[in-house]
């Protein structure tokens, strides 16, 4: 079964600093998809940033990327120049096409980020 | 403005009452999820269902049950409330189809069963 493990249970970077989340994973798929999801306090869960398994190259947004390590099963999340509103929730998800043809997804228990001023 | 429409936004409920949560999308996505957040658990799935017609339980159905009548909605029913159930819904749907389907969020029902 795949678990998702996510060993910071909360940081805090100063505004303007570079934060790196971490995130590991456990599958024997070879084919599928990691995303990272912002939940600020409003609540609302909302897409950071992708990555395609079979793609090498690490996905970029703007300040946000991540640093994919397939064989070592690694998906952490940098963000660059952090800002205020940057804090929130962040969860690591994986996801793949199960056998019964659902797009099973699961998560990570989430790192509570603090943006400090 | 298209996305996921989640009512009650917040409720508090006595245990042993039956509860349904509605869901509403409007982007024809063909699946839809129901997800519980608990502090320290992340989120986990209830209940999904890839198509109108079609559900499927998932990490942590008992107590719960739901129902796939059209593509834009999916309500959840607690059928007699415990206060083990207190926590925050997250209803979600996504495309299907090859390729990384995202899943889009409502904005989530908080619920307290005492």
């Known amino acids: 079964a795949q678990t998702v493990t996510q060993s910071q249970p909360e940081m805090s970077v100063q505004e303007a600093e570079t934060v790196t989340l971490s995130c590991t994973y456990d599958t024997s798929e070879n084919n599928y998809y990691l995303f990272w999801y912002k939940q600020p306090p409003s609540r609302q869960m909302i897409l950071v940033i992708r990555q395609e398994a079979y793609k090498q190259q690490n996905a970029t947004e703007n300040r946000f990327s991540v640093n994919f390590q397939k064989a070592a099963k690694s998906f952490s999340l940098k963000i660059s120049d952090s800002q205020l509103g940057d804090t929130a929730m962040y969860f690591c998800?994986?996801?793949?096409?199960?056998?019964?043809?659902?797009?099973?997804?699961?998560f990570g228990t989430g790192t509570r980020l603090k943006v400090l001023a | 403005i298209a996305g996921i429409t989640q009512a009650p936004t917040s409720q508090i409920l006595a245990a042993g009452r039956r509860m349904t949560l509605r869901c509403t999308q409007d982007?024809?996505?063909?699946?839809m999820y129901w997800y519980r957040q608990d502090l320290g658990l992340g989120l986990r799935l209830i209940h999904y269902s890839n198509t109108a017609g079609t559900t499927g339980k998932g990490e942590v159905p008992d107590g719960y049950s739901v129902s796939r009548a059209n593509t834009d909605d999916f309500p959840l029913t607690l059928a007699s409330a415990v206060p083990s159930q207190t926590s925050v819904y997250f209803c979600?749907?996504?495309?299907?189809?090859?390729?990384?389907?995202?899943?889009?969020f409502g904005a989530g029902s908080r619920l307290t069963v005492l």
């Open positions: 998800a994986f996801m793949k096409l199960a056998t019964s043809g659902t797009y099973k997804y699961i």
């Open positions: 982007m024809r996505h063909n699946a």
């Open positions: 979600a749907s996504s495309r299907t189809g090859s390729g990384a389907n995202v899943l889009t």
